[in-house]
């Protein structure tokens, strides 16, 4: 499982990130979750996250943070980047 690079357009600006199928099928998942577009879902992740971070790396964190809510029962706030 390799990653892909892949083009989204962010507040006007054509950006490039590479994330693995099954990360970018969740990103879809959660964007159909929250009625929202994809570029929106990946603009609203790279506004909030730090320079630090890649947006790759932030993409794949938000999924992460996503699925270990998702598992628990107490629920937890929506991920953070």
Known sequence: MSPRKRSVTIRGHRTSFSLEDAFYT?????AQARSMPVAALIAEID????RQTNLSSALRLYVLEDLKGRDDPQGSEPPHT
Do not use: F, L, V
Not at 26 to 30: A, G, K, Q, S, T
């Open 26 to 30: 969740e990103i879809e998942r959660i």
């Open 47 to 50: 506004a909030a996250r730090s």
